[in-house]
DNA sequence: GTCGAAAGTGACTATATAGTCAATAATGAC
DNA sequence: GTCATTATTGACTATATAGTCACTTTCGAC
C-alpha cells in the first residue's frame, strides 16, 4: 500500500477517500489525521510560517519521517487543511431553509460565519492567515486562491435566487467580499478587547444593522 | 554618539526625535529610515515571519552588523514599523473638518482607511498581520497591543461628540471594532479577486449603506 | 592635518531546521 | 507460523539564519 506524497483533493482530479477496510488502512488514516490536527494546532499557536516540521510531528507524537511519507511540505498540508476548513464553512452555509427571505438569507450567512468562528477559531485564524499570503508569495497564492474561490461560489450560489437578473456576477463578488470582510474583520479585529461573551452582544446590534444595508444594496 | 538599540518610542517614554544637526546624526537617521524602509518592502513582501534579516540589510544595502547596531531584533523593527503605520493612519482619521455631522464623520473614517489602503499597502498588510499575531504568540502580541489600542481610540474620539452620554466606553470600542473589522476586512478580501477601480467602485455603494445603518446604531 | 569616538562592515560561529535514509515495526497473504 | 510489503522511525546531513566581533570608515574637535 503506497502513499502518493502529493494525493489530496487539490491535484485537478478529486480522489473519492473511500472508507477505510484494514487495518492497515486505518493506521494510515488515523497517521494523516494526527498530523492534520496537530498542524492546524500548530499554524494556528505560532503561524504558519514560523511553524516547523518538527513542531507539528511532535505535537503528533509522531517520526518526522512520517510526515515526509504524507505531504511533501509545509505548504501541501497548510492546502490541504485551508481546503477542508473552508469545506467546513461553505458546508455550514449550504443548509438554509427553503422559502427564506432575503434577510433571513444574510442573516443566515452572518451566522454561519459567527457559529464557524466559535466553533473552529484555529480555523478561522488559519483561513485568514491564508487569506493573507496574497502578497506574500504568489507561488504560494495561486495554490491557496482555488478554495478562497469556492467560498465566494458558495455565497453567490445562495444569494442569486434574490438578486435581479441584470445584476452582474461581478457585482455579487463584491458583495460576497464585503460580507466575508465585515464578518472575519469584525471578529479579527474584536479579539483584540473583546471577551467571548462582548463580543456576541457585540455583534447583534451592528449584524441587524449590516443586514439592512447589505439587503438594499442587493434589490436595489 | 551612542545610539541606544532599543531607543524607540515604543518604551514607556517617547523620545523627541529633534532634528538632525551634523553629518553623523543624518547619516545615522538615513541609516534608520533605509532599514525601516527595506523591513517594511520585506516584511509585506515575504511576511513577517518568513522574512529574515539578511533580507532587510541586503535590500538596506547595509551590512548585517548594522542591523544590530539599531535595533536588538526582528520583533523591534516590526513594532517601530506598526507604531509608524498606525500613526499615519491616526494622522489621517484626525483632520476632519469642524461642524461634521455624524454621518460626515463615519464617511470620513471610512475615506481615510480607503485612502490609507491606496496609498499604503505595504503598511496595511503589515498592520493586518500585526493584527492576527493575537492567537500566535502572546510574547509579541503584548508588544503589539499598545499601539491598536492608541488606533481604537482615535476613532472613538472622533465619534464621542455624537454619542449620547450615556453609552459607554464598552459599546463604542464595540464600534470602532466593527467599523475597522468592516473596512480592513473589506479590503482585504477585496484584493483575492478584484482590481484596484473595481474596488472603488464595489466599495463605494456599500459604504453608503453601511455608514446610514452605523450612524443609527450610534444615536439610538 | 591628527586623533579619538562612534558608525558601519561582513566573515565567522553557533544553532536550528529541512529533508533523507537505513533500520525497525506492523500488517496481510499464504 | 513465514514472508513480502509498506508504514514508521529518528539519527544524520546539508543548509540557512541569527547574532557576534575584530576590523575599517567616517566624522567632529582641536
Given at each position: 500500500m503506497t502513499i502518493e506524497p502529493s494525493g489530496n483533493k487539490r491535484d485537478g482530479i478529486v480522489e473519492i477517500p473511500r472508507k477505510p477496510v484494514n487495518r492497515t488502512e486505518k493506521r494510515v488514516a488515523k497517521t494523516q489525521k494526527k498530523l492534520l490536527s496537530a498542524a492546524l494546532e500548530v499554524f494556528s499557536e505560532y503561524g504558519v510560517d514560523a511553524a516547523t516540521i518538527d513542531d507539528i510531528t511532535q505535537r503528533a507524537d509522531l517520526g518526522k519521517g512520517t510526515f515526509y511519507r504524507h505531504f511533501s511540505d509545509k505548504a501541501e498540508i497548510m492546502g490541504c487543511l485551508i481546503d477542508q476548513a473552508i469545506e467546513k464553512l461553505i458546508g455550514k452555509l449550504r443548509n438554509m431553509d427553503a422559502g427564506a427571505t432575503i434577510e433571513d438569507a444574510l442573516e443566515h450567512i452572518i451566522n454561519m460565519h459567527y457559529q464557524f468562528f466559535l466553533e473552529n477559531q484555529e480555523e478561522f485564524i488559519l483561513l485568514f492567515q491564508g487569506r493573507l499570503f496574497l502578497k506574500l508569495d504568489r507561488r504560494i497564492t495561486e495554490q491557496m486562491e482555488e478554495p478562497f474561490n469556492r467560498y465566494f461560489e458558495a455565497i453567490e450560489s445562495l444569494l442569486s435566487p434574490y438578486?435581479?437578473?441584470?445584476?452582474d456576477m461581478l457585482r455579487i463578488r463584491r458583495f460576497a467580499c464585503a460580507v466575508a470582510g465585515f464578518v472575519f474583520g469584525f471578529f479579527s479585529f474584536a479579539m483584540?478587547?473583546?471577551e467571548s461573551e462582548e463580543i456576541e452582544t457585540g455583534i447583534k446590534p451592528l449584524r441587524q444593522s449590516f443586514v439592512k444595508s447589505l439587503s438594499s444594496f442587493l434589490v436595489q
Open positions: 438578486v435581479s437578473e441584470k445584476m483584540i478587547g473583546m
